[in-house]
């Protein structure tokens, strides 16, 4: 909500650094192209993911406004948690949380039944695709 308030891509890319398994959303999104990321771009892979995922996040981010926030539900799944909120202005959000080392990360979240993680995926991998399966072209369009 703090993000949302700020309205920044940053503000957002901020937020996603610290409750987010950044690492974890990035190589999924590339789908069955994960293997053709090299070693050597992962980091910089990573890094510009979370700046993709900030500005997509502070295009919608009127949907991540209110004053308050409440837990609607709580249920364990997969490994982890899924949590159902409701925003002070209606809006339903969920997240999907996994537990990484003595804390839970976000792995995925819904807004409007849009999941941000298959969103991603489906974006990055039609752009590896149209490019013949070359992950550099994906990692040139994170650059821009």
Known sequence: MSASRRGTGAAFSTAASRYADLHGLALFALGNYRKYLPKSRE?????????????FMAEYG???AGDSIAIT????????????????????IIFRLQKL?????????????????????NKFTRIIKENNGDVEALISYLGQ
């Open 73 to 92: 539900s709580c249920n364990e799944a997969a490994g982890g948690l899924t949590v159902g909120t409701k925003l002070s202005t209606g809006q339903v």
């Open 101 to 121: 080392g003595g804390s839970y990360r976000v792995k995925d979240v819904s807004v409007s039944a849009i999941w941000l993680a298959q969103i991603m995926r």
């Open 62 to 64: 009127s949907k991540f």
């Open 43 to 55: 980091t910089e892979y990573v890094a510009r993911t979370r700046t993709y995922m900030g500005n």
